[in-house]
């Protein structure tokens, strides 16, 4: 079973910007869709960032032009750049990966907290 491990949340002011990344234990390569979505108090999971593994990417309207998702398929890395941050994007941030089983693994979440 792959482990997903995220980091780089933390607190940001509003307009600003952090990168989250999302470290495999395994070959990412193997994963047909890899993503991130988030979880705010409250409300349900959302996807914010998606990429195949030919690397086409897609963004809910709510982000695109900010978020931009990445894969660096040698250090088994995914990333999430978020730029122009905003309070109600303050949330859990979680990684996961789809097989070609379809079976999704998930990350254990990383906080992300935007101060207006």
């Known amino acids: 079973q792959v482990q997903l491990v995220e980091s780089g949340g933390g607190l940001v002011q509003a307009g600003g910007s952090l990168r989250l990344s999302c470290a495999a234990s395994r070959r990412i390569s193997s994963f047909i869709v890899m993503g991130w979505a988030r979880q705010a108090p409250g409300k349900q999971r959302e996807s914010v960032a998606v990429i195949t593994v030919d690397g086409s990417t897609n963004y809910p309207d709510a982000v695109k032009g900010r978020f931009t998702i990445s894969r660096d398929n040698v250090q088994n890395t995914v990333y999430l750049q978020m730029n122009n941050l905003k309070p109600e994007e303050t949330a859990v941030y979680y990684c996961?990966?789809?097989?070609?089983?379809?079976?999704?693994?998930w990350g254990q979440g990383t906080l992300v907290t935007v101060s207006s």
């Open positions: 996961n990966a789809v097989s070609a089983f379809s079976t999704t693994v």
